[in-house]
């Protein structure tokens, strides 16, 4: 049996924006108000907690749709409550739970271009994902953990780690 970009993707996506879920069910029921949340970073130059969601889902959305070669729902970044984070959560989700696994077909070796800002990178499909687009998205999900962890929210490594499935 084959294990391909989309076994590879898809699932891992799906299991982190559950987590990030699950994340913020733990944020609302701790003491931790939500404009002190909205707030919340782990160093003054690091993006706030609600932008390593918002990154975090955008990663996940953005990185399925490229390996597709097709566009990805765009959001405004302005997402003000809990509920809205859901909302972009949700989006993210339903965009990868919707994307049938042949859509991927191909997608290891397409090419991919990121224009950033200082830079443009350069990818095969592949490369993209591996490299870039997991190791992204797993940088934002931990942030917005560690966040919370250095907020007092009580959150362990079984609530990063979500469900784990044993084969």
């Given at each position: ?20 879920d ?8 701790s ?28 990663a ?7 390996l ?45 271009t ?14 993209y ?27 362990g ?11």
């Amino acid at each position: 049996m084959s294990f391909s970009l989309y076994d590879t993707s898809a699932p891992m996506f799906i299991r982190g924006l559950d987590v990030l879920d699950h994340l913020l069910d733990k944020a609302e029921a701790s003491d931790l108000s939500e404009a002190a949340l909205f707030e919340a970073r782990l160093a003054e130059d690091m993006r706030p907690f609600p932008d390593q969601i918002r990154m975090a889902a955008f990663a996940a959305r953005s990185c399925m749709a490229r390996l597709a070669g097709i566009d990805w729902p765009r959001t405004d970044d302005s997402e003000a409550s809990i509920r809205d984070l859901r909302a972009t959560i949700a989006l993210t989700r339903d965009v990868i739970s919707q994307m049938p696994p042949d859509a991927l077909d191909g997608a290891e070796t397409r090419p991919i271009t990121l224009k950033l800002p200082s830079m443009e990178l350069n990818f095969i499909g592949e490369g993209y994902l591996t490299s870039f687009a997991l190791p992204n998205f797993y940088f934002h999900l931990s942030m917005a953990y560690a966040i919370l962890r250095s907020r007092g929210v009580d959150v362990g490594k079984r609530d990063f780690l979500g469900n784990i499935t044993l084969v």
